[in-house]
């Protein structure tokens, strides 16, 4: 891992443009580059943790981003309940892909965003995710499921 900023610079920029895709997918509306800033700082004050036997800079920086993520919705959480109106909805939403992959739970919807949106492997969404690639397959193949439901206009109310 890289001591001095020019070299953790270098070393992250490739990467930045995945950051950025993932972080838009799971950030709040408007918070993207926040959240990379905020993986990027929690990357440099952690950079000594970085193992390349437990995966790539890639995944490392990625799941990162996915935490910061994860922590920026809670933030927003609060302003949501006071908002003045719930978003108008209209029948189309059940064909919006958007909609329904905002409906899976949070596992299943990391694990669509990294795989297919962020076009990360299954061993790298793993990685991300901090689990085993057979859970990756189960968890979408799941969510794949749980989406043509949403998409096909079921309730999928009960089930997980």
């Known amino acids: 891992m890289p001591a001095a900023h020019d070299e953790f610079g270098a070393w992250v920029e490739p990467h930045l443009p995945a ?12 918070e993207r580059d926040d959240v990379v800033q ?23 920086l990625l799941a990162i981003t996915a935490d910061q993520a994860r922590r920026a919705r ?7 309940i006071f ?10 939403d059940r064909l919006d892909l958007e909609a329904a ?3 899976l739970p949070e596992r299943q919807h990391l694990a669509v965003d990294c795989f297919y949106f ?16 057979g859970t990756v ?19 999928d109310a009960g089930r997980r």
């Open 118 to 133: 962020v076009g990360l492997s299954v061993a790298e969404t793993a990685a991300v995710m901090g689990c085993a690639e």
């Open 74 to 80: 809670r933030r927003d959480r609060p302003r949501a």
């Open 38 to 60: 905020a993986a990027l700082e929690r990357a440099w004050r952690k950079r000594s943790s970085f193992d390349p036997a437990r995966g790539t800079p890639l995944t490392w």
């Open 83 to 92: 908002a003045s109106s719930p978003p108008a909805r209209s029948i189309d």
């Open 137 to 155: 397959k189960s968890t979408l193949s799941d969510a794949r499921a749980r989406l043509g439901r949403f998409l096909e206009g079921g309730s």
């Open 19 to 30: 950051l950025a895709r993932l972080a838009a997918r799971l950030a709040p509306d408007g």
């Open 101 to 103: 992959v905002a409906r």
